[in-house]
């Protein structure tokens, strides 16, 4: 994620409360207006939180905006994904904080780290061009 980065971070559980306060700012700064910035924050958390409770106590996350999507990837180093989980119906996954960041962006992609080791989990959302 290299066009317009916005936040790299490496976090661990008690650093949860950072990365919504950093992710949020970065998305002010980067002029990311409501509701988009606050689903997105949400969602974001969401996923964060998931790499802690299951991927290992830890993750980094890199936030930008690449060919006018907003882009938020983290990965962890936790066990990786089942081998059907790529070709399931978010609904399906065992996971509620994955399902709602699903829902609140409607673009969550999951597949296996950097390596085959751990979870890179990726949200997706088209911003609108702004008009003045």
């Given at each position: 994620?290299?066009?317009?980065?916005?936040?790299?971070?490496?976090?661990?559980?008690?650093?949860?409360?950072?990365?919504?306060?950093?992710?949020?700012?970065?998305?002010?700064?980067?002029?990311?207006?409501?509701?988009?910035?606050?689903?997105?924050?949400?969602?974001?958390?969401?996923?964060?939180?998931?790499?802690?409770?299951?991927?290992?106590?830890?993750?980094?996350?890199?936030?930008?905006?690449?060919?006018?999507?907003?882009?938020?990837?983290?990965?962890?180093?936790?066990?990786?994904?089942?081998?059907?989980?790529?070709?399931?119906?978010?609904?399906t996954w065992n996971s509620?904080?994955?399902?709602?960041?699903?829902?609140?962006?409607?673009?969550?992609?999951?597949?296996?780290?950097p390596g085959g080791r751990?979870?890179?989990?990726?949200?997706?959302?088209?911003?609108?061009?702004?008009?003045?």
């Amino acid at each position: 994620m290299s066009e317009d980065c916005l936040l790299r971070l490496s976090f661990a559980r008690s650093d949860l409360p950072l990365v919504r306060a950093r992710v949020a700012e970065s998305l002010f700064r980067a002029g990311v207006s409501e509701p988009v910035r606050g689903t997105f924050v949400q969602a974001a958390l969401e996923i964060a939180c998931n790499a802690v409770v299951h991927g290992g106590g830890s993750g980094h996350l890199a936030l930008g905006v690449v060919d006018g999507e907003l882009r938020c990837e983290v990965t962890d180093q936790g066990p990786g994904l089942p081998a059907d989980v790529s070709s399931q119906q978010p609904s399906t996954w065992n996971s509620p904080g994955l399902r709602l960041a699903e829902a609140l962006t409607g673009g969550l992609r999951l597949r296996n780290g950097p390596g085959g080791r751990g979870t890179a989990a990726t949200l997706v959302v088209r911003l609108e061009p702004v008009s003045n």
